[in-house]
Structure formats: C-alpha cells, structure tokens
C-alpha cells in the first residue's frame, strides 16, 4: 500500500494517554458545546468551559407514558444528582400541551439556558412527546447525555391512573395501592391527585405508541429502555445506575479469564461478533505465526513440536505485535489464553496493551471436566467443536476431528489444579474485574457477559 495512504496507527502509548484521561469524549464534549452556544469568543468560553464543572452536569430527559411514574421518578433524580427538574407544567405556565413543536421547543430551550440549569444541569420530564419535538429539539442544540424512556401494559397504566393520590404541601405524587407514604402524617393529609378519564388516557396511549418507535430512533445512543411495571425502588436504582455512566466511544479491549473448560473460546467468538471486535485466541496465533515461514514462526513450532511452553518473552512479542494492528487498534479486542499467571499478568500491563474490561469466567471442576471430555479439534484449523454446545458443521467435518492428550482426564484435573493455585494472584492484578458464573448454559453466560458490558 502507498505509504501516503496507509492507515495512521497510533503508538498503543498514546492510546492509553488518551483513554486514561477520557480525551475523546473530553473533545466531543467541548464542540459539542461550542456548537449549540455559539460564543462570540471561541477560545475565552473553551477555557472557562475547562476551568468549570459544567462539563460533567447532567442532562437528563425521562419520557414514557401517561401514569407511568415520570413525576416521581425524575423528582428522585434531580434530587440525587443535585439537578434542576424540570416539569412539562412549569414550562407551559397555563398554555394548552398541543403547542406547535417550533413555541415548545422555544420555551424548552429558555428555561434551560437559564442560570441553574447551566451550572447544576437539568432532569426534563415527559418531552419530548413527539418524533417531530425530538428533532425539533436536536436541531436546537438540547442534547440529552442520558434519555430513560419508561413503559408498562396498559391495563397497568389504567390501573394507576385511577389511584392517584398527591400531597398538597410538597406536590409529591404518591398512589393508594403502588406507592403509600411510609409517614402517618403525609399519609393524612394526602389528596386525590388529577386522572385522566378512561376514554382520554386511551387516547394518549394510542397517540404515545404511534410515537414510541420514532422515540426510539431518534434516541438510540443515549437511551436506557426501563419497566415501570415494577417497584419504582426498582425502577428508581436501574434508572440512577444509567444516567451515573458515561458514554464513552472507545473500543473495547476485553481479557477473559478462568479455568480451562469455563467456555473462554466459545465466549470470545461469541463477543466478538456481537460487537465486531477481532477474537485474539493466543494458542491459535502462535500456531498460525508457527506457520507462517517466518524465523520466529520456525522457533515456536519447535516448543510446540516439543509439546513445551513457548517462552513468555515470544509470546508477549506476538500478541503485542497482533494487539498494535489497525483493526485491533479501530475495532477492539477480546484476548483470552493469556495471561495465566502473575508474571505474565504484569507483562501485559507494561506492554501498553492493557484491557479495559477483564472478566473472570467462575466455573466448577465438574462442569469444566464434562465440557472438555466432550470437546474435540480440528487438526487443520485448530478450531474446538463441543458435542452439545458446538458440535461440528457435518459429518464428514466430524469425521476428521481429534481429542487433545491434553484433554485427557488426569491433564484436565492438572490443569484445573494448576489454574485454582494461579488464580489468586491474577485477582490481584485486576481487582476491578468482573466475575461471571460460567456454569449455566452458554447463552446464559453470554446474556451475563453483554449485559456487565453494557452497564459501563
């Protein structure tokens, strides 16, 4: 390839630079602002963008539908985060709701602009409603961090409408069968709160649900999709715990560890076309540098041919050379098969290659021993097949695949051995990480693994 042309790869030591310190979200932060306010001076309001706070206030919009609990909801919130709530009543100050999206948006954006919302941030409760407000408010500059978008049946909704009780002195909304104060003297002086007539709330839901999917649309990166057909403590903490995260554009660099048999291969496969990411199996890249003719290839193949570890000084070479290719660098990694002990543990940490996401696959001996005894590979490929859970394409495919010595019960039980007396000190090195029962089935730890993933 043209060298003028080749793709820029960034050393892996900036890379860390930049993640460590969030400078990519840092940079989109900064002109993303600089577009929606327009300062006359650029440069004097970057700097006292960087030199203030404001950076990480949140901004938070809640929708759902009639009677879902939004009120409560972003009133918990706003008070958590120490943000100003924003209500669709105080807004309107006594206009009707069925307002032209452009005098919404209007109104939306002064409140906004003011004082507290720019320097505490802002909860925004039930707007947009729309499709049409939603883009009406993005071409504007309002910008959501986070949108929680609440749902529940109908029947459901029908149900708590009925019940609304409120209080007079602090406006709380509160509910006779789903939510009653805990406080006698709250309780006493509770009043029936306004409800929707059951022909109205039909309506509304009928017009929300025509509009829930443009919604959606409109916000998919930003958006957390929660139930209220729960308890709203419930409701409240998976709320909280997502609009406490920060969306963060940067690949992720995954490390899965545990014992042999906990499904690391099938996992990484799995993960890595989820998200496309490049599946980086240690055992098979050595074997594939092995033969490739190379001078280091023919080194490695001797350990191999020996049935010997191959040194760990050649084995950090390859991964780190691997690790530093474009499509690792752009699209992330999920790097299992290494490390397996401390030093090597430690090695990967100075290598500039570090995951930013370890998990560490929890199985017992007896699981573990029953799925390798039913595992066999292809000699060609190198590719493990499961009779159960991965079992191999064809027949003829079949026919040809091999059972490892090193699959053989006694290694098994030395390896698994090996691994319990390692596996304290590669906890040490990531203390942080997750640890995901590998147990169940492998679409239920798959569920398990993706979920820990989105949550950060």
């Known amino acids: 390839m043209d060298e003028t042309r080749r793709p820029l790869r960034i050393p892996p030591q900036m890379r860390s630079y930049a993640e460590k310190h969030d400078l990519s979200q840092l940079a989109q932060d900064l002109v993303s ?32 539908p009639p009677a879902v609990g939004k009120y409560t909801l972003c009133k918990r919130l706003s008070a958590e985060l120490r943000a100003v709530h924003v209500t669709t009543e105080s807004l309107l100050q006594g206009h009707s709701e069925d307002l032209p999206s452009e005098l919404l948006v209007q109104m939306v954006q002064q409140r906004l602009k003011k004082v507290d919302c720019l320097t505490k941030g802002w909860v925004l409760q039930g707007i947009p409603k729309t499709r049409l407000q939603a883009l009406s408010l993005q071409q504007a500059g309002i910008l959501p961090k986070h949108l929680v978008m609440l749902e529940a049946p109908d029947d459901v909704l029908q149900e708590r409408n009925q019940g609304r ?51 959606r649309s409109a916000y998919q ?23 406490q995260t920060r969306h963060r554009s940067r690949p992720h660099r995954i490390l899965l560890l545990g014992p042999p048999g906990s499904g690391k291969s099938l996992q990484a496969r799995q993960l890595a076309e989820k998200h496309s990411m490049v599946d980086v199996s240690c055992g098979q890249l050595l074997r594939s540098v092995a033969a490739d003719g190379s001078t280091l290839g023919e080194d490695i193949q001797l350990y191999l041919d020996d049935g010997l570890p191959v040194p760990d000084s050649v084995v950090l070479q390859v991964l780190e050379e691997r690790l530093s290719q474009e499509d690792c660098s752009s699209r992330g990694w999920v790097l299992h098969g290494f490390p397996n002990n401390l030093l090597q543990a430690r090695s990967l940490q100075e290598s500039h290659h570090e995951p930013n996401r370890v998990f560490f696959l929890e199985a017992t001996d007896e699981v573990c021993q029953e799925r390798i005894t039913l595992r066999a590979t292809d000699p060609v490929s190198g590719q493990r097949f499961h009779a159960v859970s991965n079992p191999a394409p064809s027949a003829e495919f079949h026919s040809r695949l091999q059972t490892r010595p090193e699959d053989s019960r006694e290694a098994v039980m030395r390896r698994l051995r090996e691994y319990r007396e390692l596996s304290g000190a590669l906890k040490s090195v990531y203390p942080d990480a997750a640890h995901v029962d590998a147990d169940p089935q492998p679409w239920t730890v798959f569920e398990a693994l993706l979920s820990r993933l989105t949550t950060n």
């Open 33 to 64: 602002n600089l577009l929606i306010d327009q300062p006359d001076d650029p440069i004097s309001y970057l700097i006292n963008l960087l030199q203030g706070s404001s950076l990480d206030i949140p901004r938070v919009m809640v929708i759902g």
């Open 165 to 215: 009780m409120v209080d007079p002195q602090t406006k709380d909304v509160y509910h006779q069968i789903f939510i009653w104060p805990s406080d006698d003297t709250i309780a006493q002086r509770l009043q029936k709160g306004r409800s929707l007539t059951n022909k109205h709330l039909s309506e509304e839901l009928q017009r929300y649900s025509c509009e829930v999917t443009g919604l």
């Open 221 to 243: 990166h930003v958006l957390k999709v929660i139930s209220g057909d729960q308890p709203h403590s419930d409701v409240y903490q998976q709320a909280l715990a997502f609009v």
